[in-house]
């Protein structure tokens, strides 16, 4: 089993609709959850840390679940501009050792 | 500006011919790491150092070395390249290790292609 795994997609949404990412992991002690985006041959961009409270930035919303070691990624009201892939990323116990996930590619079409 | 820069951004190279990729951040971050990135198998991380001569392995550290002698340099070393050594290289640093709300800021990438 891997250590981070993302819904496989590509997934194509018209703009404005709502679009939910889907993250599990595999170590029950890690410690921090990242959600970054990607743009095409491009370096991975911080979009937002998950906190166990859940948390929100805007149109995106971040859920974590750490009994049932599962991320969430709530995009609402896409826009053309979230076209990227967007990777899960996991740290280990002592936040040292990132893990990412394989990524999940959404393009927002007009 | 706040950034990581890597060097070079392209190359070339052929088997066993020692190499050299620069990383340096001018964020005063303790945190440095090396990753690659291939096709299907998305981002690992080769090497991480949490401060100076403080360095450790990640998930891929094989055939791979590093060294962290300054805070802001962390060069990535490749011996003996091999072809399975090709590969899209990033690198990154962050204030201190990954607690929640530490971002990771990433260099622009190095394509590496070994015949």
């Known amino acids: 089993r891997k250590e981070v795994e993302q819904d496989p997609g590509p997934f194509n949404v018209p703009e404005g609709a709502t679009v939910a990412f889907n993250c599990t992991y595999s170590?029950?002690?890690?410690?921090?959850f990242f959600w970054y985006r990607q743009d095409c041959r491009k370096e991975p961009k911080l979009l937002m840390s998950?906190?166990?409270s859940g948390n929100e930035d805007g149109r995106f919303t971040a859920q974590l679940n750490r009994a049932s070691q599962y991320i969430s990624l709530l995009i609402r009201d896409s826009k053309l501009s979230d076209s990227a892939t967007y990777l899960c990323?996991?740290?280990?116990?002592?936040?040292?050792?990132?893990?990412f996930g394989p990524g999940t590619r959404l393009s927002v079409l007009p | 500006e706040a950034q990581v820069t890597q060097n070079p951004r392209y190359l070339i190279t052929v088997t066993g011919k020692k190499l050299t990729v620069t990383c340096s951040q001018n964020?005063?971050?303790?945190?440095m790491s090396w990753y690659r990135q291939d096709p299907g198998l998305g981002l690992r991380q080769i090497y991480y150092?949490?401060?100076?001569?403080?360095?450790d392995k990640g998930d891929v550290p094989e055939g791979y070395k590093v060294s962290r002698k300054e805070k802001r340099n962390f060069p990535l070393i490749l011996e003996s390249p091999s072809p399975n050594q090709t590969s899209l290289y990033f690198c990154?640093?962050?204030?201190?290790?990954?607690?929640?709300?530490?971002?990771?800021?990433f260099g622009p990438g190095t394509r590496l292609t070994v015949l």
């Open positions: 990154a640093s962050s204030l201190t290790a990954g607690a929640p709300g530490n971002e990771q800021f």
């Open positions: 170590n029950s002690a890690s410690q921090s």
């Open positions: 998950v906190y166990s």
């Open positions: 990323v996991v740290t280990d116990n002592y936040g040292q050792n990132f893990v």
């Open positions: 964020m005063n971050h303790e945190y």
């Open positions: 150092s949490m401060n100076v001569e403080v360095t």
